[in-house]
């Protein structure tokens, strides 16, 4: 039997059903929810309404025999950013929900983040029930009303309105499958009320899911060995690791340390490798060192491997000449990538991991690692890791260390980094936040993340991240202001074994901060660090570089601490690094529940945001 039997999980889940309960055979709300059990999802995040009622019935039925159940966001948006951190955790499809109408455009934000950072995320809506289109019915959001299918259509994957229950299966799966598909992003169903309260077509799935959903191991052979051929002509070689290298990173700095590769990383890239590591060199793009940039713009560089990166304004460094020339070659799964970049030496499309054990493991790679490859290079690696310092990339090391009071932001990164255990999930959030991580937050103690040194043999199982997601976790492109509060409570759910830190700042939480109740029903371990300079500060110093009017940046003063309390979270107040160091930040992230820290930083501090105000047209 491919799954449950959605008539006896039925029957199981309405064991304890309420006496108002009226139906005695499966809908098709029960079938969907059966395929998300079958994929092993666990949350369905969302806010109920009328139209998605029968979804919200399925998950009560689901959720008393232990499949997936519902985890109630506090808006829509915040229940499309917790999808999105629960994809990036657990490497499972995000699914979140909304009735029609205004509960539908609520996600819009959220489901727009999604497309643009290529998070696989299944969206399902509600409408009015088909007679009444066209009627003006109550929040009616079909063609004929408020057209939600139309808006979304611009920012998924797959879009499509489900007018009869025989389509629920086939538009489900081809759904799903675009979604995990590169390029990857959200899909959406929008199910009317009567289409979902019909009887299942089907007694049980028709098909087994997980075996459609495999990733595929398709490369294109012919491009990677003529990048074996451009490997061995070339002599001084560099790589820049984009935020689609997750799965891959094993194998990718395994490759780099083999050939002695000094390498960066773009912003978004920064979580999947080890800043400590001798041959990394920096972010390069948006907030990034300038030691990044100099080991790109080396005259003597003779070819840059660009892996899994999207080549947009933030991590291809504005579209930098250093970048974007004839010495690249840009690897990635996605054309929609490989189509940013045609001025490349060479173009390798296919699954990152395949690419990159095929250039480890080819024969005569792996007739040289047998003897002397690893020793080969070993002076190259020597040359590149030799008298390099670690903190001389920052911008200002000096306030890294910095004892003021009210505390500097890049202080608090070097604390943040230093106090929290190897294990943390770090998100920072779109503004300030995101550029001061980006630069200064580097965790004291990760892995290498380097396997099968001395030979050329796969680690399948255990040596695979559990996560693609890394130590830290930024949403580029489509940038929304609270993506990373909502982000972290999905993170939590889906691993909440390990501590989640949300990097944002005090106009973000004035947003989104309402989905910390979500954190406080839930008890998840959730940090939210809180930068309160009393500003819309990106906006505030982006006005001062920029010789603008200084205007509408201005918040006022508010106790974040106080709200947070009365919300049922724990609370500090931090002013100085000393308040920092009293935390007892075992205890912190041992709770069962959220803690936010709000942290009244330097406001005159400017972070590194000078790609963003070149773009902009602002000499600086």
């Known amino acids: ?5 959605i008539a006896l999980a039925y029957d199981a889940g309405s064991e304890n059903s309420s006496p108002t309960a009226t139906h005695e055979t499966p809908q098709v709300a029960d079938l969907i929810v059966s395929y998300l059990e079958q994929m092993g999802v666990e949350y369905v995040f969302g806010v109920p309404g009328g139209a998605i009622e029968p979804l919200y019935n399925a998950l009560a039925r689901s959720s008393r025999r232990g499949g997936p159940r519902p985890m109630v966001a506090r808006h829509e948006s915040g229940a499309a950013f917790m999808a999105d951190g629960y994809a990036r955790e657990t490497g499972k499809i995000g699914v979140c ?36 289109f066209g009627r003006r019915a109550l929040q009616e959001s079909a063609c004929t009303g408020i057209n939600t ?37 959200p899909v959406h169903l929008t199910i009317p009320l009567d289409i979902m309260k019909s009887p299942s077509p089907v007694s049980e799935a028709s098909y087994d899911i997980a075996s459609k959903m495999r990733p595929t191991s398709l490369l294109d052979a012919d491009a990677t060995d003529q990048l074996l051929i451009l490997l061995q002509q070339s002599s001084n070689i560099r790589l820049l690791i984009g935020g689609s290298c997750g799965e891959a990173i094993g194998p990718i700095m395994q490759f780099a340390v083999l050939r002695g590769i000094p390498f960066v990383t773009t912003p978004d890239g920064k979580g999947l490798t080890n800043p400590a590591h001798p041959l990394y060199r920096g972010v390069f793009g948006f907030a990034g060192h300038a030691s990044a940039s100099q080991l790109l713009n080396d005259e003597n560089v003779d070819l840059v491997l660009a892996v899994g990166t999207s080549m947009n304004e933030w991590t291809s460094s504005g579209w930098s000449d250093s970048l974007l020339n004839d010495k690249l070659v840009h690897i990635d799964e996605s054309a929609e990538s490989l189509a940013r970049s045609p001025m ?8 990152l991991l395949s690419i990159f054990d095929r250039l480890i493991e080819r024969p005569h790679i792996a007739r040289e690692n047998s003897g002397h490859e690893y020793e080969r290079h070993r002076s190259t690696r020597e040359a590149n890791a030799s008298d390099w310092n670690q903190e001389g990339m920052l911008a200002e090391p000096a306030k890294f260390a910095s004892d003021d009071s009210p505390i500097k932001p890049q202080r608090l990164m070097y604390e943040l980094g230093r106090l929290f255990p190897p294990s943390t999930r770090f998100l920072a959030d779109a503004g300030n936040s ?41 949403t580029m492109d ?3 202001m609270g993506w990373a509060i909502g982000g972290a409570v999905g ?25 910390i109740s979500v954190a406080v029903a839930e008890e998840l371990t959730v940090i939210f660090v809180i930068l309160n300079d009393q500003a819309l500060g990106m906006v505030k110093h982006g006005q001062r570089l920029a010789g603008a009017e200084q205007i509408a940046f201005q ?50 501090e400017v972070p590194p945001m000078n790609l963003r105000m070149q773009v902009l047209g602002t000499d600086i």
Not at 107 to 129: E, F, K, R, W
Request: charged share 20%; hydrophobic share 40%.
């Open 1 to 5: 039997m491919v799954s449950r039997n």
């Open 97 to 132: 929900c909304a009735t029609s109408g205004p509960g539908a455009t609520n996600l819009i934000t959220g489901v727009a983040c999604a497309y643009d950072n290529g998070i696989p995320m299944l969206v399902i809506t509600g409408q009015p029930s088909l007679p009444s």
């Open 149 to 185: 299918l139309g808006m979304f259509r611009h920012c998924t994957r797959y879009n499509s309105l489900i007018s009869h229950p025989a389509q629920i299966e086939s538009k489900l799966i081809t759904a799903l499958q675009r979604a995990i598909r590169a390029p990857r992003g």
């Open 344 to 351: 490349a030496k060479l173009h390798v499309r296919g699954r």
């Open 434 to 474: 995101v550029a001061w991580a980006t630069h200064y937050l580097s965790p004291a103690d990760r892995r290498l993340s380097e396997r099968r040194l001395g030979g050329g043999g796969r680690l399948r199982e255990s040596g695979r991240r559990q996560t693609e997601g890394g130590w830290l976790r930024l």
């Open 478 to 480: 489509f940038a929304p």
């Open 491 to 515: 993170t939590a759910a889906g691993n909440p074994n390990v501590p989640v830190v949300c990097i944002t700042g005090d106009g973000s939480l004035m947003m989104n901060g309402q989905e």
């Open 555 to 604: 918040l006022p003063p508010s106790d974040f601490a106080a709200m947070a309390r009365a919300l049922g979270a724990d609370a500090y107040s931090i002013r100085s690094p000393e308040d920092m160091a009293a935390l007892d930040i075992e205890a912190i992230c041992t709770r069962k529940g959220p803690t936010l820290l709000d942290v009244f930083i330097d406001p005159e």
